[in-house]
T-cell receptor, first 114, second 114 residues
């Protein structure tokens, strides 16, 4: 099992460009999450999907959109990239949103916006 | 909403010594407290977690203690080894509802000197 797979691993964008970060899990998990990690800031939740067909805002949703394409896939879109969105993005999944389930993370996407 | 504070931000120990990382949380209703280890350039990985009905949990050289009255929990690593060098994150969440997502501390960079 691959667990949680993120693509791409690295990306450089120019300000104003758009792109979509892809995430897929093969653990049959119901819940999926997108975080950003900045130096000294820990992990901050951007959006989450508690179950297939639902998405909700996290702590820092501005400038992002998400799509829960099916149970396996959860994508994050930057419509008009800004330098403040330079970060490492992690996707995670858990069996359920309730019940205090452990979250499993992907390897991350390192995104630089010039 | 929940707020998690983590101390210290950096910790340096000699190989074989013990290391202790402490976290405090603000929402007394939080009931799930995981710890993640993140090696340089890699994904966060769950190393141990504790639920509010338990005061202490051990797994080989790692232990977590929880004091619900004081709203703090700690990670204890005994007999540290160079491979324990990493950034450690604590987190807290409430089981489900609008507060069901993990809130992370800002991390502790642990360096174990041989």
């Amino acid at each position: 099992n691959a667990g949680v797979t993120q693509t791409p691993k690295f990306q450089v964008l120019k300000t104003g460009q758009s792109m979509t970060l892809q995430c897929a899990q093969d653990m049959n998990h119901n819940s999926m999450y997108w975080y950003r990690q900045d130096p000294g800031m820990g992990l901050r939740l951007i959006y989450y999907s508690a179950s297939e067909g639902t998405t909700d805002k996290g702590e820092v949703p501005n400038g992002y959109n998400v799509s829960r394409l099916n149970k396996r896939e959860f994508s994050l879109r930057l419509e008009s990239a800004a330098p403040s969105q330079t970060s490492v993005y992690f996707c995670a999944s858990s069996e359920h949103w309730v019940g205090n389930q452990p979250q499993h993370f992907g390897d991350g996407t390192r995104l630089s916006i010039l | 909403g929940e707020n998690v504070e983590q101390h210290p931000s950096t910790l340096s120990v000699q190989e074989g010594d013990s290391a202790v990382i402490k976290c405090t949380y603000s929402d007394s209703a939080s009931n799930y407290f995981p710890w993640y280890k993140q090696e340089l350039g890699k994904r966060p990985q769950l190393i141990i977690d504790i639920r509010s009905n338990v005061g202490e949990k051990k797994d080989q050289r790692i232990a977590v203690t929880l004091n619900k009255t004081a709203k703090h929990f700690s990670l204890h690593i005994t007999e540290t080894q160079p491979e324990d060098s990493a950034v450690y994150f604590c987190a807290a969440s409430l089981d489900g509802g609008s507060q069901g997502n993990l809130i992370f501390g800002k991390g502790t960079k642990l360096s174990v000197k041989p």
